[in-house]
C-alpha cells in the first residue's frame, strides 16, 4: 500500500505477510503528519510470476479526509 498525505508527505507499507504459499493481510497504522487534512491511498497487486498491476481507483486513487 502506498499512501500521500496533501501536505506530500508519501510512505509505503506492506499489507500482507508471505509464510511459503500463504498470504495474509497485515493490519497497517499510518500516523498523519501535522496540518494534513486528506490522505490518498493505492495499492500495488502482483502474482507469482511477473504480473503486476496497480488498484487505484483508475488512477484517481482512493481519497480520504481527515478528521482532527
Known amino acids: ?3 500521500r498525505f ?3 508527505v508519501m510512505g509505503e507499507k506492506s499489507v500482507t505477510t508471505t ?3 500463504t498470504r495474509t493481510g497485515t493490519p497497517v497504522t ?3 503528519p501535522a496540518g494534513a487534512t486528506s490522505v490518498q491511498l493505492w495499492f500495488e497487486n ?3 510470476g511477473s504480473c503486476r498491476r496497480w488498484d487505484s481507483d483508475y488512477g484517481a486513487n482512493y481519497t480520504f479526509a481527515l478528521q482532527p
Open 1 to 3: 500500500m502506498r499512501w
Open 6 to 8: 496533501d501536505n506530500g
Open 19 to 21: 509464510s511459503g504459499y
Open 30 to 32: 499510518i500516523i498523519p
Open 46 to 48: 502482483w502474482d507469482r
